[in-house]
């Protein structure tokens, strides 16, 4: 998939800033994303990055800045008007419900508005969404029996069911073998074609083939932005990463 200068912009950041007590998490930062575009978003840790993630959805309250998507202004909105709107996002420590089985889990994303989805089709789109995540042969176990890397992708199988355009992923690749790694690339190189996705690892080599740009911030600020293979190797981001 081609994102050019022309493509749409789905999602705008501005000015974006959170302090907590006399730390500030997010100083001033600001981005864009493209429609059916990969990013990655990467730091060390510390750096502001699940900040960003929590700010976009609201489940933190912003201390100054904008958030536009689709081009409405989203800034005040409550997390669960976000996802309405077709955001959604997975955690950096998975959140499913214990209580029912994987296949629950993704179902329950369907339900929107307190209305049950019709049962062929949920039953269709569960399988489909636990197939592009690696989980079709897990959608009768409970969360438990999941191993770490598998909790993880339930976490993107429960955003994905949801019927996102953007999705904000939160360390997927954490846990995951080289295997895992690879099914969940090319399930979101495929869903690329109607999705588009930010992401943030800590896992660059598993991050760098799969992204069209990257940025990088640290102290909640943005250092610099561009092709994967170029922000690596700029001086400034080695110095971030090596202090």
Not at 153 to 165: D, H, V
Request: net charge positive.
């Amino acid at each position: 998939m081609q994102v050019t200068i022309n493509s749409i912009m789905i999602l705008e950041v501005q000015g974006l800033k959170k302090r907590f007590g006399g730390v500030i998490a997010v100083d001033g930062f600001d981005f864009f994303v493209k429609e059916k575009e990969i990013l990655g978003l990467i730091g060390p840790n510390g750096a502001g990055k699940t900040t960003v993630f929590n700010l976009i959805m609201g489940n933190l309250k912003k201390d100054s800045g904008k958030v536009f998507f689709k081009g409405k202004d989203i800034t005040n909105l409550k997390t669960h008007e976000i996802v309405k709107l077709g955001m959604a996002r997975t955690y950096q420590i998975p959140k499913p419900f214990y209580d029912i089985t994987v296949g629950e889990n993704i179902e329950i994303g369907m339900i929107s508005d307190g209305a049950k989805a019709i049962l062929g089709k949920g039953n269709y789109d569960v399988r489909e969404i636990a197939r592009a995540t690696g989980l079709i042969e897990h959608l009768s176990k409970m969360p438990n029996e999941l191993t770490a890397g598998q909790l993880h992708r339930l976490e993107l199988a429960r955003a994905l069911s949801t019927n996102p355009e953007l999705v904000l992923v939160d360390e997927v690749f954490a846990g995951l073998t080289i295997e895992e790694v690879s099914s969940i690339s090319e399930a979101i190189k495929k869903l690329r074609e109607n999705i588009t996705f930010v992401m943030v690892d800590h896992n660059l080599r598993a991050l760098g083939p799969i992204v069209d740009r990257v940025i990088v911030i640290h102290g909640g600020k943005k250092v610099t932005e561009g092709a994967f293979k170029e922000v690596v190797n700029d001086e400034r981001v080695r110095k971030v990463y090596m202090g």
